[in-house]
Each structure stands twice: as structure tokens, then as C-alpha cells.
């Protein structure tokens, strides 16, 4: 995985915290988990531009999908935004619509993330 991949999948798991307009500290958490996760052995994603980028709306849903190449990328990236909206322990109806439109543009079929939802 690439740092390109790396900023992809966190700020498609940003976009998934801000999806209901809500300030979750346990969504805050699961951000920082998974930036130092994915900064792991790196030099380092730039988490400030990358909030910045999202607020600002300067990247794109199906941008940010885009950048994923592999199923297994677009497969994580899902699973990553799926946990950060159960941190705070219940997704919304804005959530679960957010990840619909995910799951388009990450191109994924309802099978391949029906059990990634389930849990």
C-alpha cells in the first residue's frame, strides 16, 4: 500500500465521520487509530491537511475511490469507514446512506460487504 492508498482510505474514513454532521469522540478515536495504523512505517500522512481537505470539500467522494485500485484497497477502505461510523456505537440513516453511495464508488457488491455490515 502506497501513501497515495494510505490518504485515500483516510479520507474516505473522515468523510465517513462527518457523513451525519455529528462530532463523535469515539469517531475522533477511530480516526486517530487508523492514521497511526496506516502511518505505521511511513513518513507520515498529514492528518490536518487531510481534515482540512475533506471540510474544505477539495476531494471527492468518487475521487478519493478512485484512487484505489485493488478490491482488496477498496474492500479495507469500506471496512474502515464502516467501523468509524459504529465508534460511537449506532449508525444513522445519513451513515448508512453515506456508505451506500460508498459502496457504489468503490464498485463492491452487496455480498462482498453484507458481512462487514452484519457485524
Known amino acids: 500500500m502506497n ?5 485515500a482510505i ?12 455529528q462530532k463523535a469522540e469515539a469517531e475522533r478515536q477511530s480516526i486517530r487509530q487508523l492514521a497511526s495504523m ?5 513518513s507520515g500522512l498529514e492528518l490536518p491537511r487531510l481534515y482540512q481537505d475533506v471540510l474544505l470539500k477539495r476531494v471527492t467522494l468518487d475521487d478519493a475511490a478512485a484512487v484505489l485500485q485493488t ?11 464502516v467501523g468509524v461510523c459504529d ?5 444513522s440513516d445519513a451513515e448508512r446512506a453515506f ?7 468503490l464498485k463492491l457488491d452487496a455480498e462482498a ?6 457485524q
Open 3 to 7: 501513501q497515495h492508498d494510505q490518504q
Open 10 to 21: 483516510l479520507t474516505l474514513a473522515l468523510m465517513a465521520a462527518f457523513s451525519d454532521g
Open 38 to 42: 496506516l502511518n505505521e512505517g511511513t
Open 71 to 81: 478490491p482488496e484497497l477498496r474492500q479495507l477502505a469500506y471496512e474502515m469507514a
Open 87 to 91: 465508534a460511537d456505537g449506532e449508525q
Open 99 to 105: 456508505l451506500a453511495r460508498l459502496r457504489t464508488a
Open 113 to 118: 460487504v453484507a458481512s462487514v455490515e452484519q
